[in-house]
């Protein structure tokens, strides 16, 4: 926003945001062209009223932002009141996301909110106090990302699949998966898989700055093919434990080496009937591509 006003404007940009620069939600990349550009970012401040003269803004004052976040993640801002600044301006924009209004939409119903904003569903099941209505995204969890949204509107279409056939259970053999954010800076990947992200290259032009033109250039063929190639080091892996046999064979398929197995249960090292050795599957595999070549043969005949 503050880029854009820069461009169609003729003045000058200041940017004030409740978190520090560490915990600023951007894309590093966004936050260094806004500076690049002329950008002036103000980090840990708060509005705290908006000043004018015969209807029009003349400033803004604002006060210390101490903190964002309480001690168990939530958004809860406190302020320092008597640490403020007046900013002189001539216009204010308003950039702070969206909050969910219901009206009479729920009226009627059991289904409850937070403080009128926020829907209270189950965890697993994504279902409200009233059976019929199943919410996600951030009309559940408040302002998180895209993904986080499309991870509970397949978890709510699976509960509404279930709850219009009766008989079927909301919860039972699910599988919920409960993952953690994979911490890259202590992660153990070969250099030779480091695959550096391709980056579109910058040319800040002066008299771009004043235009609605992008800076970025087009990435080059070569460049394309090794982001389409390369691992992203997620570290999200996922095993069926009802079907796994231990074989160990995605270990050996994984081009990318991000599956290892190992034994954590040595008392349980046999508890699996068969020989599930190399040489076996091998030895399986081609049993099993000979029964079907025949079996097609046979069909054709």
């Known amino acids: 926003m503050a880029r854009t006003v820069t461009r169609i404007g003729t003045g000058f940009a200041r940017l004030y945001c409740l978190e520090t620069d560490a915990e600023m939600p951007t894309v590093p990349d966004e936050k260094n062209e806004a500076l690049a550009e002329g950008v002036v970012i103000n980090n840990c ?23 964002v976040r309480d001690e168990n993640g939530k958004f809860a801002p406190r302020y320092d009141e008597n640490d403020t600044v007046i900013v002189p301006c001539s216009n ?22 937070e403080n009128g904003r926020i829907l209270q569903v189950a965890e697993v099941t994504f279902q409200s106090a009233e059976p019929d209505i199943f919410g996600g ?73 004043r235009t609605l033109q992008d800076n ?12 389409a190639s390369r691992c992203l080091s997620c570290g999200a892996t996922t095993v069926d434990q009802n079907k796994c046999i231990g074989c160990g064979i995605c ?43 025949i079996k097609r043969i046979q069909g054709k005949t």
């Open 216 to 227: 970025r250039i087009t990435l080059t063929e070569e460049q394309v093919k090794l982001e």
């Open 251 to 293: 270990t050996t398929r994984c081009k990318f080496d991000a599956i290892h197995l190992r034994r954590i249960r040595p008392e349980f090292a046999n508890y699996i009937n068969g020989d599930y050795s190399k040489q076996a599957i091998i030895k399986h595999g081609i049993k099993r591509a000979a029964k079907l070549t």
């Open 45 to 67: 401040w708060g509005p705290k009223r908006i000043l004018g003269e015969n209807g029009k803004v003349t400033g803004v004052e604002f006060m210390r932002c101490l903190s």
């Open 137 to 209: 995204g951030d009309a559940v969890t408040g302002p998180k990302y895209t993904i986080d949204a499309i991870a509970s509107g397949r978890e709510g279409a699976i509960s509404i699949h279930r709850y219009v056939h009766p008989g079927h259970s909301l919860t039972l053999a699910r599988n919920p998966r409960d993952f953690k954010e994979f911490d890259k800076r202590n992660a153990a990947i070969p250099a030779e898989k480091r695959n550096a992200p391709a980056r579109q290259e910058q040319r800040h032009d002066a008299d771009k700055t």
């Open 92 to 113: 204010v924009i308003v950039s702070i996301g969206q909050r969910s209004n219901w009206g009479s939409l729920l009226k009627g119903t059991r289904a409850e909110t």
